[in-house]
């Protein structure tokens, strides 16, 4: 059975960093995509960042050039490196991921993906 454990998520002021970590239970090699999504309260889902398979990532629109998504093959675990921190980032934050083909994994946000963990609690204050 696949299970993604996310940590790293705490309090931070505005301008600050977190790094975010979720372990999987098997190689992160299997997965075709991998990613991450959020959810504040009384918002919609919203995909924050994926890694394909082959290395190429896409952001969300409104965390390009602050936040970057990486794997670690080795360690079985995905990272979510966030930067430059705003009070709009604050949200419960899950790790996703899918072994379907890469057509069908590009054609999904991460809250789609078939795996997904219990999530972790970023507050950013001003």
């Known amino acids: 059975q696949v299970q993604l454990v996310e940590s790293g998520g705490g309090s931070v002021q505005a301008g600050g960093s977190l790094r975010l970590s979720c372990a999987a239970s098997i190689y992160t090699s299997s997965f075709t995509c991998m990613g991450w999504f959020r959810q504040a309260p009384g918002k919609e889902r919203e995909g924050v960042a994926t890694?394909?398979?082959?290395?190429?990532?896409n952001y969300g629109d409104s965390v390009k050039g602050r936040f970057t998504i990486s794997r670690d093959n080795a360690k079985k675990t995905l990272y979510l490196q966030m930067n430059s921190l705003k009070p709009e980032d604050t949200a419960m934050y899950y790790c996703?991921?899918?072994?379907?083909?890469?057509?069908?994994?590009?054609?999904?946000?991460?809250?789609?993906?078939?795996?997904r963990g219990q999530g972790t609690q970023v507050t950013v204050s001003s």
């Open positions: 996703a991921a899918d072994r379907a083909g890469v057509g069908v994994c590009r054609s999904r946000p991460p809250y789609e993906y078939n795996y």
């Open positions: 890694i394909y398979s082959g290395g190429s990532t």
